[in-house]
């Protein structure tokens, strides 16, 4: 819906020869007053971030030896990105870090990555370990870089080590995945070349940064003047997800295929109503997934997908997949060939495979990862360099495929043990290991199982002799010292493991024992049915309500949809008062009443919008708020969008096919057949629905000019919309009512359209001269006739004739020149040309996304005034010396030079001041930078 905003020129392989910084400052430099970040904070221009950045240069600078990393405990908003950013300024690679992770795994990347300094908030026992002993390592909070100098000079080059990831080793040592500068940008030039951002897009970021995927989020929307769109997904739940994907009007989603299914379960509608491209890789894309997204996202909304890795640094296979695919398979194929990505299947010896066979992936390409970070061994037995190609480099990710005779590449899983949940590496050894590591276990092995595309991880561990364990105490232990993402979701305790002959485990024995039907339901002791319905249906197992959350297994995913569930079904809410031990029971009796939207007047007014969420339930527009009482139609169209208020729904869905896909429209529903009460009592009714409408548009980011419109019945709303509106500081282009006029002084453009046939509501059958009365009320007002009669005007037979209508109204009204106040806004500099004869040259460049008409049609001119000695540097109060008219129209990001003599000095000091003004509407105001003062010598 936005109006489209000057591109900023697209990544190109001449980026390669430079770092990272130089493409961001030029884009912020481009776009400095564009938002870069939305967060939990609010909005982050691409000014306010660069400088931000440089003060995390500075102090990285300053405090990191030149080789070593700078380790990044922060929460996922804008301050991790400004210290990567920082970062990569200075030359310093930077460690990504999750503040929730236990803190002695964080000790351990920290201490294995040689980090020289470690920023952020932190665990409370992880600064002291930071902070002291022999290997001391200085700490700074994010507080402190906000009022630290900031860097004034970069030492990165291309070859510079950007980050190193971590990821879990077999053996439970980290293992950290290096990539230098160069390689960084490669990834995003390629992902950008795909995805095609530009500065009015705005890209979703649901990960948290130490997740190799986030890399293209971050620096996908950064480096081409997107705006980066950051939500904490575990920290804030489905529901604020969800909120947020739709008021920030994200059009870029970008969600591993586990979390795509829980955005959808837990909406009620379209969980990304303006996407037009669904970026999804990381883990299993099954067939099911596709049909489900493509239900729940925008028709038309583009469905990228594919596979890589964190040691091959961005995706060795990828295609968007067309929208008549059917993969005819349980997994959707993870696509083609990427250029400058070869793969091919190989077989234990080395060499490829036939067509058509499977074997283990192998990918060369000179932009994959340099290595692991300090261990040269196991850089060398991994990253083989190719003879025949210098440069190139070559990597086994460990997963199996197989090549289909259309080129499209299967996955069919990992070669080895390793296992991916949503989007993570999972090495069943390292889980293994630390159970093997507690008092009174034998052994150990992790069994991945997959129900309905969801894996989760089942421990089974065998007691030593004379050792009696519980299974829920030794989760609750590896809490203490594994990530999330390693617990297992159970843990089982066996007499015995089952072993084959050879003392191998038996693993087919296994799964069966895991299979194996449990004990019955335990009695729900009181708690309601329904209550328990719903957790074992986001669960999909049957629950006992008196074992603790950590011996039930859900991850934070499904705690998540289970709170949104409980809200909407229920009416109760249980964030808060979940923790490890919390049980079914206890949430039951912790649950509160579920947030109430903000308060509103009850009774019928209420009562009213209720119904209208109701009826407007079939619409097969876009919900542009919970209820569904607003509808989007034809998102993506280009013209000026059209408000309207029908009678009906069939109305709206209707007069959206007609207008056709280049015309958004925003349908509402008015009070028709609602009725029932008195005079007084109908119009608070009305009232109150146009307030509820209007709390509603003005919360999305709309266009800063609309047209307003409505039927009969609907017209007291649409005015009511458009008053709000133009209050708000948007342009109503056109008020537009249908066989209805309002008694009502009203200034701006309007149009009555009235049926041909309509004997009742037409005033040509009542009056010799049906609109000479207008003019006490109307400045800009006309009429047309339509075919039809009225309550038939969006039959098939008339909607043509009054959609002719509405367009020629909406074309002339995107050629009027009176501007919003969001749009008056202006970019200025003026020099001196030539002293003696007085003559200056005035840069003007449009920074909106509206066009600046010529000054013949729409009186906008240069104002200069000269200023007496008591006057400061801005606009005096009194009529300008000089009026310069636009000479011609000035389109949204370019820019137009004039050159003109000043007007006499009249008061004798030398200095002029130039400003924009459309004549009698109102003055410009003038953007960061510009500099409108001319000081004579």
Request: with cysteine.
């Given at each position: 819906?936005?109006?489209?905003?000057?591109?900023?020129?697209?990544?190109?392989?001449?980026?390669?020869?430079?770092?990272?910084?130089?493409?961001?400052?030029?884009?912020?430099?481009?776009?400095?007053?564009?938002?870069?970040?939305?967060?939990?904070?609010?909005?982050?221009?691409?000014?306010?971030?660069?400088?931000?950045?440089?003060?995390?240069?500075?102090?990285?600078?300053?405090?990191?030896?030149?080789?070593?990393?700078?380790?990044?405990?922060?929460?996922?908003?804008r301050?991790v990105?400004?210290?990567m950013?920082?970062?990569?300024?200075?030359?310093?690679?930077?460690?990504?870090?999750?503040?929730?992770?236990?803190?002695?795994?964080?000790?351990?990347?920290?201490?294995?990555?040689?980090?020289?300094?470690?920023?952020?908030?932190?665990?409370?026992?992880?600064?002291?370990?930071?902070?002291?002993?022999?290997?001391?390592?200085?700490?700074?909070?994010?507080?402190?870089?906000?009022?630290?100098?900031?860097?004034?000079?970069?030492?990165?080059?291309?070859?510079?080590?950007?980050?190193?990831?971590?990821?879990?080793?077999?053996?439970?040592?980290?293992?950290?995945v290096?990539?230098?500068?160069?390689?960084?940008?490669?990834?995003?030039?390629?992902?950008?070349?795909?995805?095609?951002?530009?500065?009015?897009?705005?890209?979703?970021?649901?990960?948290?940064?130490?997740?190799?995927?986030?890399?293209?989020?971050?620096?996908?929307?950064?480096?081409?003047?997107?705006?980066?769109?950051?939500?904490?997904?575990?920290?804030?739940?489905?529901?604020?997800?969800?909120?947020d994907?739709?008021?920030?009007?994200?059009?870029i989603?970008?969600?591993?295929?586990?979390?795509?299914?829980?955005?959808?379960?837990?909406?009620?509608?379209?969980?990304?109503?303006?996407?037009?491209?669904?970026?999804?890789?990381?883990?299993?894309?099954?067939?099911?997934?596709?049909?489900?997204?493509?239900?729940?996202?925008?028709?038309?909304?583009?469905?990228?997908?594919?596979?890589?890795?964190?040691?091959?640094?961005?995706?060795?296979?990828?295609?968007?997949?067309?929208?008549?695919?059917?993969?005819?398979?349980?997994?959707?194929?993870?696509?083609?060939?990427?250029?400058?990505?070869?793969?091919?299947?190989?077989?234990?010896?080395?060499?490829?495979?036939?067509?058509?066979?499977?074997?283990?992936?192998?990918?060369?390409?000179?932009?994959?990862?340099?290595?692991?970070?300090?261990?040269?061994a196991?850089?060398?037995?991994?990253?083989?360099?190719?003879?025949?190609?210098?440069?190139?480099?070559?990597?086994?990710?460990?997963?199996?495929?197989?090549?289909?005779?259309?080129?499209?590449?299967?996955?069919?899983?990992?070669?080895?043990?390793?296992?991916?949940?949503?989007?993570?590496r999972?090495?069943?050894?390292?889980?293994?290991?630390?159970?093997?590591?507690?008092?009174?276990?034998?052994?150990?092995?992790?069994?991945?199982?997959?129900?309905?595309?969801?894996?989760?991880?089942?421990?089974?561990?065998?007691?030593?002799?004379?050792?009696?364990?519980?299974?829920?105490?030794?989760?609750?232990?590896?809490?203490?010292?594994?990530?999330?993402?390693?617990?297992?979701?159970?843990?089982?305790?066996?007499?015995?493991?089952?072993?084959?002959?050879?003392?191998?485990?038996?693993?087919?024995?296994?799964?069966?024992?895991?299979?194996?039907?449990?004990?019955?339901?335990?009695?729900?002791?009181?708690?309601?049915?329904r209550?328990?319905?719903?957790?074992?249906?986001?669960?999909?197992?049957?629950i006992?309500?008196?074992?603790?959350?950590?011996?039930?297994?859900?991850?934070?995913?499904?705690?998540?949809?289970?709170?949104?569930?409980l809200?909407r079904?229920?009416?109760?809410?249980?964030?808060?008062?979940?923790?490890?031990e919390?049980?079914?029971?206890?949430?039951?009796?912790?649950?509160?009443?579920?947030?109430?939207?903000?308060?509103?007047?009850?009774?019928?007014?209420?009562?009213?919008?209720?119904?209208?969420?109701?009826?407007?339930?079939?619409?097969?527009?876009?919900?542009?708020?919970?209820?569904?009482?607003?509808?989007?139609?034809?998102?993506?169209?280009?013209?000026?969008?059209?408000?309207?208020?029908?009678?009906?729904?069939?109305?709206?869905?209707a007069?959206?096919?007609?207008?056709?896909?280049e015309?958004?429209?925003?349908?509402?529903?008015?009070?028709?057949?609602?009725?029932?009460?008195?005079?007084?009592?109908?119009?608070?009714?009305?009232?109150?629905?146009?307030?509820r409408?209007?709390?509603i548009?003005?919360?999305?980011?709309?266009?800063?000019?609309?047209?307003?419109?409505?039927?009969?019945?609907?017209?007291?709303?649409?005015?009511?919309?458009?008053?709000?509106?133009?209050?708000?500081?948007?342009?109503?282009?056109?008020?537009?009512?249908?066989?209805?006029m309002?008694?009502?002084?009203?200034?701006?453009?309007?149009?009555?359209?009235?049926?041909?046939?309509?004997?009742?509501?037409?005033?040509?059958?009542?009056?010799?001269?049906?609109?000479?009365?207008?003019?006490?009320?109307?400045?800009?007002?006309?009429?047309?006739?339509?075919?039809?009669?009225?309550?038939?005007?969006?039959?098939?037979?008339?909607?043509?004739?009054?959609?002719?209508?509405?367009?020629?109204?909406?074309?002339?009204?995107?050629?009027?020149?009176?501007?919003?106040?969001?749009?008056?806004?202006?970019?200025?500099?003026?020099?001196i040309?030539?002293?003696?004869?007085?003559?200056?040259?005035?840069?003007?460049r449009?920074?909106?996304?509206?066009?600046?008409?010529?000054?013949?049609d729409?009186?906008?001119?240069?104002?200069?005034?000269?200023?007496?000695?008591?006057?400061?540097?801005?606009?005096?109060?009194?009529?300008?010396?000089?009026?310069?008219?636009?000479?011609?129209?000035?389109?949204?990001?370019?820019?137009?030079?004039?050159?003109?003599?000043?007007?006499?000095?009249?008061?004798?000091?030398?200095?002029?001041?130039?400003?924009?003004?459309?004549?009698?509407?109102?003055?410009?105001?003038?953007?960061?930078?510009?500099?409108?003062?001319?000081?004579?010598?």
């Amino acid at each position: 819906m936005s109006a489209p905003c000057p591109p900023v020129p697209g990544l190109a392989a001449a980026d390669l020869a430079h770092p990272l910084w130089p493409r961001f400052a030029r884009v912020a430099a481009a776009r400095p007053a564009h938002p870069a970040i939305l967060d939990e904070h609010g909005e982050l221009s691409y000014a306010a971030l660069l400088s931000l950045a440089l003060r995390y240069g500075g102090v990285i600078s300053a405090r990191v030896p030149d080789g070593a990393p700078v380790a990044l405990c922060l929460r996922t908003d804008r301050h991790v990105v400004a210290a990567m950013l920082g970062a990569l300024f200075a030359g310093r690679p930077y460690v990504p870090l999750d503040p929730t992770y236990p803190a002695d795994h964080l000790t351990r990347v920290i201490t294995h990555s040689g980090a020289g300094l470690v920023i952020g908030e932190m665990p409370a026992d992880l600064m002291p370990r930071a902070g002291t002993g022999p290997g001391k390592i200085g700490t700074v909070s994010a507080a402190d870089v906000v009022t630290a100098a900031a860097a004034t000079r970069g030492e990165a080059r291309p070859e510079s080590p950007a980050y190193v990831i971590y990821t879990s080793g077999s053996t439970g040592a980290p293992k950290g995945v290096w990539q230098d500068q160069r390689g960084l940008l490669h990834d995003i030039l390629q992902y950008t070349q795909v995805v095609q951002p530009t500065c009015a897009d705005r890209h979703s970021l649901l990960y948290s940064p130490c997740v190799n995927g986030a890399l293209r989020d971050i620096y996908g929307a950064l480096l081409t003047g997107a705006t980066l769109c950051m939500s904490d997904l575990r920290g804030e739940g489905l529901h604020k997800v969800l909120h947020d994907l739709m008021a920030r009007q994200v059009t870029i989603l970008h969600a591993m295929p586990p979390v795509l299914r829980s955005l959808i379960r837990a909406a009620s509608g379209p969980i990304c109503p303006e996407a037009r491209f669904l970026y999804t890789a990381g883990d299993r894309f099954l067939t099911e997934d596709l049909r489900t997204v493509r239900a729940n996202l925008p028709e038309g909304c583009a469905i990228y997908t594919g596979i890589g890795s964190t040691e091959c640094a961005t995706l060795y296979r990828q295609w968007i997949v067309p929208g008549d695919f059917a993969p005819g398979c349980e997994l959707v194929p993870v696509g083609f060939a990427v250029e400058q990505r070869e793969m091919c299947l190989v077989d234990e010896s080395g060499q490829e495979v036939a067509p058509g066979e499977i074997g283990q992936i192998r990918v060369s390409s000179p932009y994959i990862a340099r290595g692991y970070w300090n261990d040269a061994a196991l850089t060398q037995g991994s990253f083989l360099a190719d003879p025949a190609r210098p440069g190139w480099r070559s990597f086994q990710p460990g997963d199996l495929g197989r090549l289909r005779p259309d080129g499209l590449l299967e996955f069919l899983g990992r070669a080895d043990r390793q296992i991916k949940i949503r989007g993570y590496r999972i090495e069943p050894a390292e889980i293994e290991a630390a159970l093997r590591r507690r008092a009174g276990v034998a052994d150990a092995v992790i069994v991945p199982r997959t129900r309905q595309g969801k894996t989760s991880l089942v421990a089974v561990v065998e007691p030593a002799d004379g050792a009696h364990l519980d299974g829920g105490a030794l989760r609750q232990e590896l809490r203490q010292t594994l990530p999330a993402q390693l617990q297992p979701d159970r843990v089982v305790v066996l007499d015995r493991l089952p072993r084959l002959g050879n003392f191998k485990l038996d693993v087919t024995a296994l799964r069966a024992l895991l299979d194996r039907p449990g004990s019955p339901p335990v009695p729900s002791g009181g708690l309601p049915g329904r209550y328990l319905s719903l957790w074992e249906k986001i669960l999909r197992r049957s629950i006992d309500p008196d074992a603790a959350l950590d011996t039930i297994g859900a991850d934070s995913l499904e705690l998540l949809e289970l709170e949104l569930v409980l809200e909407r079904e229920l009416k109760i809410s249980i964030r808060g008062a979940i923790s490890p031990e919390a049980t079914p029971r206890s949430l039951w009796h912790a649950a509160l009443p579920a947030p109430e939207r903000p308060p509103t007047r009850r009774g019928a007014p209420e009562e009213k919008l209720q119904a209208l969420a109701a009826l407007m339930a079939p619409s097969a527009g876009i919900p542009l708020d919970p209820d569904g009482l607003v509808r989007l139609y034809n998102h993506g169209g280009q013209r000026m969008p059209l408000l309207w208020c029908v009678n009906q729904v069939s109305e709206a869905d209707a007069l959206a096919r007609a207008l056709g896909t280049e015309q958004p429209l925003i349908a509402m529903r008015s009070l028709a057949g609602l009725g029932g009460e008195d005079r007084r009592a109908a119009t608070g009714a009305v009232r109150q629905v146009a307030e509820r409408y209007i709390e509603i548009l003005l919360a999305r980011d709309l266009p800063q000019c609309v047209a307003v419109g409505g039927n009969c019945q609907a017209v007291p709303v649409a005015f009511q919309i458009a008053a709000a509106l133009s209050l708000a500081g948007h342009a109503i282009g056109s008020l537009i009512f249908l066989e209805r006029m309002l008694p009502l002084p009203y200034g701006g453009r309007m149009l009555i359209l009235f049926g041909r046939d309509s004997h009742r509501h037409n005033p040509a059958f009542q009056f010799a001269d049906p609109t000479a009365g207008w003019g006490r009320y109307l400045r800009d007002g006309h009429c047309a006739i339509i075919d039809g009669t009225h309550g038939q005007f969006f039959r098939p037979e008339n909607i043509g004739s009054l959609t002719e209508a509405l367009r020629r109204e909406i074309d002339a009204a995107a050629e009027g020149g009176w501007l919003p106040a969001l749009a008056r806004r202006a970019e200025m500099s003026v020099q001196i040309v030539s002293e003696g004869e007085r003559r200056i040259s005035i840069r003007l460049r449009n920074p909106n996304t509206l066009a600046f008409e010529a000054g013949e049609d729409s009186h906008i001119g240069l104002a200069v005034h000269a200023l007496d000695r008591g006057e400061e540097d801005a606009r005096p109060l009194r009529v300008p010396d000089q009026m310069i008219p636009l000479p011609r129209r000035v389109l949204p990001g370019a820019q137009i030079e004039i050159t003109t003599a000043l007007p006499v000095d009249r008061f004798g000091t030398g200095r002029y001041l130039v400003s924009l003004c459309e004549e009698g509407v109102g003055w410009f105001a003038l953007t960061a930078g510009s500099d409108p003062v001319i000081r004579l010598p």
